[in-house]
Structure formats: structure tokens, C-alpha cells
């Protein structure tokens, strides 16, 4: 008689693969073959908790049980342990579902990553997929775009602008033309939630764009991916062709009247695309400008149509939102932010990774509870949160809430939900320069603000390290800075004040330096 | 290891029309060209203006805005080397000092043999850094002696 093989998961996960997840697939097959046992190798997502990675699972009666973090030296042993049906061995973790990082998540937009085989569409449906899209087809546009509206979806991406209200206005556009643009030029430091979605799910993005096209009207849409993703790009360019045959998009969605066609692009290296104007000038094929608004993209937007520009994590809420309704979303959070948010940890901490919740749990719980404090072991000393024109916080700032207005509140911002924590060694002023070097470098060059002041701002920098008249070259700073936030265009030159003054107001004793000595001829 | 065939203008002119039917066709081309030869030769710009009806200058601007774009052919083998701030925070600077008081290789300027180190920022490994991408491969928790072999492993096989 033979056995249904035991499904084993390993994940494919770019984190995952990064530290040994191939070579642990390839010596659990060649492990299993050498012994006989018939094993069904699930290439799964990223569970989220990227310092077990690779984590490998286990299917067993009583649920997944996890391992890890493997290499690939450990499978012989594992297998010696008979871990193929749960047995014990000093990496098994227990039931992934029972582990306390799972347990104390609220995962909507992440419930099916790393549970299911991404690119299987039967898996997908299998869990709960395409339940959101089935109620679209069933609604008209507008009492769709009233759902997400009622929901209290806000923009993902940083700037947090009511979803259902962009959507309103694009639904209320008349042109022959419409678009669906998913902003995925995920560049953020410390942000790595939509690539986790590509890669483990990448279907319920599909979905969420999908149901906006429905809603607004729109027949064509683009994915726009950084280059720098190129297993996300992989993951994502087989989900849609086979989206396309399974007849979920292309001329005619589910055997709707509703047509979607979609396409993924790749960026080319360049952060400013992460803004909405500038990224849909690159997928027009020009260099990447920022546009002045208005007018708005919702109404003239890519190659002058009215466009939907959402971030990756909008669309992913939407499917939850349609199959649950509006108010079980709303339920979720604090205050005007609904929902929940996929919270990234990554820098200098122990137990970095993915973290789906509610808005309203403080950082110091999200870093020194889930995370275990920093990786070296030293003291936690700032903690920048929302990606690199986002504030530097300190030790003493944690208990704030993740929620947009709480952060605003004492000058910082949530923006896609990136947390980067920096240990004692940190040099704040050194910080505070490469906020300006980082602009200068990535500056679309538009307007001057952000083109000149980045450079100026690095050259000021440059004389407060090397402790040149410090009182007098912070007051340039401060002027520098106050000129960036009030006169850029766009919130690259309009931001990275908020980095260098965080930097400067949390930690004076970095700036205050004596001078350098002169280096010796 | 990526190895090139020359830059072929009769090849080009063919991914560039198979590409020309593209709602704004040319990143999706500038991309094709160079992963094709690795990198886009200048020739390139009158192929694509003819093709999409666009000025030499506007596609000049766009293959000269990107930083992915190469306009000379590159070393066979290109580490980009995360140093964006998670990176920062797990000491890819240290990563940068080390490869360079160590091991010779001074990223973005020196071609270390065929190979080149060159800054990126943020590949998405935040809280597995300092990052790494070498031939379309992540790899988490790198130092300099794993880069700058990366490098000698690139020479030894060019």
C-alpha cells in the first residue's frame, strides 16, 4: 500500500531563500528519496517570522508543525527524529498556529501567506479567495466604491487618503479610458510587506485590483515593481497568466461583462517612483518627474485618464472587506484608522519580520515584546519608523500608538508601516546626513527645494560633523529644513526634513561636536 | 554569472519592435535590451524614437534618469550591496570599510576583476541584513569576506 505523501512546506519567500531555503528543499527531496519516504514539497510564502527562516512545517493530524531555523545540515537529523510526522528535535517550534507571534496577530490582508501554495488558484479558493470578487460582481460601482468608503480603508502607502473617496472620484470621471494602478515600488527602507504578498499571495492583490476595476470602471491596470524585487516580479508574472487562463481577468472576468486587463512593470531603480505622479510618468515611459497637482491622477492620471493609484497593502484589504463587509473591517483599529496594518520590523532587532494587526498597539510592545529588543544586545537607541523620510524616535518615545494621527501627533508618521531599529552605536548626526545624501541622490530634480537643499543639507551636515561653527550651522539647518518641508513639491524634498530634525531635536549631544583635528599632511 | 553576446543593433531593432505595440513601451524595452546584452548601448536611443515616435532627447532622458540603466557594457558579475538604514543599522557600513581595507574593493568605483560592488538601497530583507542581490539572488546576512568571495568566484569563472 502506499501512503498519501506528507506535504511539507518550505518557503520561497526571497527573505526565505536568502538565508539557505533552497538548499534545505533540495536536501529534504534528496533526504526523502534516499529513505524511500513519499514527501509533497509545498513551496509556501513567508510565515512572517523571518529570524526562523528558513521555517520549515510539517503537515500532521493535529495541525502544521513548524521547524526551524533549518539548514540544510540539519535534515538528516530531522529526519532521524521522524519530523516528517511532528516528531521532536531541538528545532521543532510546535503548531505554527499555537506560536505566540502568530497568536497575537490579526491577519486579514496576510490570513493565507505562507498557508497556501501561491501560485495554486484551487488553494487559493480553497481558503477563502475570490469570495470578495464574487460580491463585487453581484454590486454596482457605486455601492462598491461605498463599501470601501464605509470600511475606512486608508491609503497604505504612506499619505493615508481615504481609499473609498479616490474611488468615488474616478467612479464619477466620464472617459472612455480608465486605469488601476498598484503603486509596488515598495522603497522604503524597512518595508517588505508587498513583497511578501507577491511572493506568497500574490493573487489577492489581483483580486483587490479587480474589484476596483469594477468599481471605477476601468479595463486596464499596472502593477508597477521595483526592479529590485525580482522574485516578486517572477511570482507575479505567472499569477497572472495564470489569472488570464483561469478566466479570473482578461476580457472577461468570472464570465462577467466586466473586462481587466493587467500587466506588471518594472521599475528601474529610481525611489521617486514610490510617489504617485512620478511613478505614472515612468509607466508612460518618460523620465520619472513628479507632476504638480491638481490636477488630481484620479481624474487625469495615466496618459491623461482618470486613474485609481493605490499601494499593494490598499488593494489586499479590499477582498476582506467585500467578503466581510465594511463595518466587520471597521471594527478593527483606533480612532480615524480603520482596520489593520501589516507592521515590517526589521534593523537591528532580535526577532524581526512581518506583523498583521489592529491600528492602535504601541511600539515598544511591536519592538520589545514581539521583536525581543535589538539583535546585538545593546540598548535600543532610535527607532526610525516609516521608511527613510520618516521621524527618529527614541527609546523613551515607544509607547506611542501605531496610528496615523498619533504619530503626526509628535512630528513622525506611520507611512507604509516600516520599523528600523537602531542599537547604541548609532550616530545620529551621521543619520541625519545620509537622510539628505539619500535625497540628493534619489531627487527628481524638479524643483528646487529638494534638488539644491538636499546637496546644501549635506554640506551642512558635513560641517557639523566635522564640529565647524555648530551653533551657527545648525541654524542653517533648521532654516534649510523649514524652506524643504514648506516650499518642495512633493512629500521627497517636503519629508526628508522630518528624518534630519527628528534627528536633531531627539539627539543634540550627536550634533554637538568638537572640531575635528586637523589631518596631518 | 551573466556572460553577453555583443550589442547586435539588427537584434535590438527586433526586441525593440516586438515591444512597440506597449501602452509607454520604452522602460519595458530599455529592460529587454539589457538583459539581453547587459546594458543599453547609445544606439539604442535612435531605435526607440523611430519606434514610438519620440525625440532622441526624451529617450536619452529617461535611459539617463534610471539608476538601473547602463550605458557601457558592465563587469560579468554585479553585487548590489543593500545600504539603505535597516541595512545601516546591522552594519553595512562596516561591510563597506572592510571590503575596502581588506579585501581591495571599493564599492561603486573599483572593478574588483570582472565584478563590481554597487550600492543599492533596500532589497526588501530588512530583518535579515546587512542584504545582498547577486544574479538575481538574495542573500541575507552578508559580510565582506561573503561579498568579496562573490567577487573572486566572478573572476574565476569570466
Known sequence: MSAAPVRIFVPIDAAALSVGAEAVAQAIASEATTRGLSVEIVRNGSRGMLWLEPLVEVETNEGRIAYGPVAAKDVASLFDAGFASGGAHALRLGKTEELDWMKRQQRLAFER??????????????????????????????????????????????????????????????????YIVCNADEGDSGTFADRMLFEGDPYLVIEGMTIAAIAVGATRGYIYLRSEYPHAHRMLQRAILKAEAAGLIGASILGSEHAFHLEVRLGAGAYICGEETSLLESLEGKRAIVRAKPPLPALQGLFGKPTVVNNVLSFAAVPWILDHGAQAYADYGMGRSRGTLPVQLGGNVRRGGLIELAFGISLREIIEDMGGGTLSGRPIRAVQVGGPLGAYLTAGQLDVQMDYEALAAMRAMLGHGGIVVFDDSVDMARQARFAFEFCAKESCGKCTPCRIGATRGVETMDRIIAGAEVPK????????????????????????????????????????????????? | ??????????????????????????????????????????????????????????????????????????????????????????????????????????????????????????????ALGPSALVDGELIGRVDAARIAGLCQHGKAHS
Open chain 2, 1 to 126: 554569472m551573466a556572460a553577453y553576446p555583443a550589442w547586435d543593433q539588427d537584434s535590438a531593432r527586433m526586441i525593440v519592435a516586438g515591444l512597440a505595440h506597449l501602452e509607454g513601451a520604452t522602460l519595458p524595452m530599455l529592460h529587454a535590451l539589457q538583459d539581453e546584452f547587459g546594458y543599453v548601448d547609445p544606439q539604442a536611443v535612435p531605435l526607440i524614437a523611430e519606434a514610438l515616435n519620440l525625440s532622441r532627447a526624451e529617450v536619452h532622458g529617461a535611459i539617463s534618469f534610471y539608476h538601473d540603466f547602463k550605458t557601457a557594457p558592465q563587469p560579468a558579475r554585479i553585487v548590489k550591496l543593500c545600504r539603505a538604514e535597516a541595512c545601516q543599522a546591522l552594519g553595512c557600513e562596516t561591510v563597506v570599510k572592510e571590503l575596502s581595507a581588506k579585501h581591495g574593493i571599493a564599492v561603486d568605483d573599483h572593478h574588483a576583476g570582472d565584478a563590481i560592488v554597487e550600492t543599492v538601497y533596500c532589497l526588501g530583507n530588512c
Open chain 1, 113 to 178: 501567506v505562507g498557508v497556501i501554495d501561491p501560485l495554486s488558484i484551487a488553494d487559493y479558493r480553497a481558503h477563502g479567495g475570490f469570495k470578495g470578487l464574487e460580491k463585487a460582481l453581484a454590486l454596482t460601482g457605486g455601492e462598491i466604491v461605498e463599501a470601501v468608503k464605509a470600511s475606512g480603508l486608508r491609503g497604505r502607502g504612506g499619505a493615508g487618503f481615504p481609499t473609498g473617496i479616490k474611488w468615488k472620484t474616478v467612479h464619477d470621471a466620464k472617459a472612455e479610458q480608465k
Open chain 1, 473 to 521: 550651522n545648525i541654524a542653517v539647518l533648521r532654516d534649510l529644513s523649514k524652506l524643504m518641508t514648506d516650499a518642495s513639491l512633493c512629500a521627497m524634498g517636503g519629508l526628508t526634513p522630518m528624518p534630519v530634525l527628528s534627528a536633531l531635536n531627539h539627539f543634540p549631544e550627536d550634533f554637538d561636536r568638537p572640531p575635528l583635528p586637523l589631518a596631518a599632511e
